[in-house]
């Protein structure tokens, strides 16, 4: 990731470079360098707000730390753009079933964006 950032000569091509922060944070994550997956996550969404992987790795953080709300915000973010992408609905409703789980009502999907 880092060799196709350096690659990249125009610095404004936002949602390239956003792109690519947000897939390294991805794969930081899931290496379990979860501060720095985090932190390379917002550098991702600073660079390009409708990044969907940097979106998704968030919601994958806040859910292993048990913070649906958080989660969910990223998802239904998410979804808002990307209304068909598997891999946020189907965590979407993995995070749903675990809220419903410990008895407490999940939060209804936000609506898409115009």
Do not use: K
Not at 27 to 52: D, K, M, V, W
Not at 68 to 79: E, G, H, I, R, V
Not at 81 to 103: D, H, K, L, S
Not at 104 to 110: R, T
């Amino acid at each position: 990731m880092r060799r196709a950032d350096a690659l990249q000569s125009d610095r404004s091509a936002s949602h390239f470079l956003g792109r690519v922060y947000g897939l390294e944070a991805w794969c930081l994550g899931a290496l379990g360098h979860l501060p720095e997956a985090e932190r390379t996550a917002r550098q991702s969404l600073a660079i390009s707000t409708e990044n969907a992987d940097g979106h998704l790795t968030l919601a994958a953080l806040y859910n292993g730390r048990n913070e649906w709300t958080q989660s969910l915000a990223q998802l239904d973010t998410l979804l808002g753009w990307y209304p068909n992408y598997q891999a946020a609905v189907m965590m979407r409703q993995g995070v749903v079933e675990r809220i419903r789980a410990q008895g407490a009502p999940p939060a209804p999907l936000a609506p898409p964006r115009p």
